[in-house]
C-alpha cells in the first residue's frame, strides 16, 4: 500500500512554469507506475501524464504534450510534474495516482491511490 501527497500547485500567469510535487510514503514505491490527472471545475477528471515504475517510458495527453514532463525520483519516493508555458485552461484541481502493476495507465479506474490534489489556476 502506498499514500501519496501533492504539492506545488498556484497561481501563474499564462506562459509561466509551475512544479507539481507527489510525495510517497511506502517501501515499495519503485514498484509503482504513477500518474498525473486533473479536474477542472464542471468537468471530469482527466488524464495528464503517466510514468513507468523505472520511470524508463513516459506518456502525455496531446494536451500537455512538449509543455509537461513527468519524472520520478525512487530513492526519495518523489514524483513531479513540470509545467511549462501554462495556459488557461491547464486551470484544475491536479491529483497524484499510484498503480500496483508497474506499468503505464491512462485510466483513472486503473489506479489504486490517490491524493487529495493540489490547485492549479492559470490566469490570462
Known amino acids: 500500500q502506498v499514500q501519496v501527497v501533492e504539492s506545488g500547485g498556484g497561481l501563474v500567469q499564462a506562459g509561466g512554469s509551475l512544479r507539481l510535487s507527489c510525495a510517497a510514503s511506502g517501501r515499495t514505491f519503485s514498484s509503482y507506475g504513477m500518474g498525473w490527472f486533473r479536474q477542472a471545475p464542471g468537468k471530469e477528471r482527466e488524464f495528464v501524464a503517466a510514468?513507468?515504475?523505472?520511470?524508463?517510458?513516459?506518456r502525455y495527453a496531446d494536451s500537455v504534450k512538449g509543455r509537461f514532463t513527468i519524472s520520478r525520483a525512487n530513492a526519495k519516493n518523489m514524483m513531479y510534474l513540470q509545467m511549462n508555458s501554462l495556459k488557461p485552461e491547464d486551470t484544475g484541481v491536479y491529483y497524484c495516482?499510484?498503480?500496483?502493476?508497474?506499468?503505464?495507465?491512462?485510466?483513472?479506474?486503473?489506479?489504486?491511490?490517490w491524493g487529495q490534489g493540489t490547485q492549479v489556476t492559470v490566469s490570462s
Open positions: 510514468i513507468n515504475w523505472s520511470g524508463a517510458s513516459t
Open positions: 495516482a499510484a498503480d500496483q502493476s508497474g506499468g503505464l495507465r491512462l485510466g483513472s479506474r486503473e489506479y489504486e491511490y
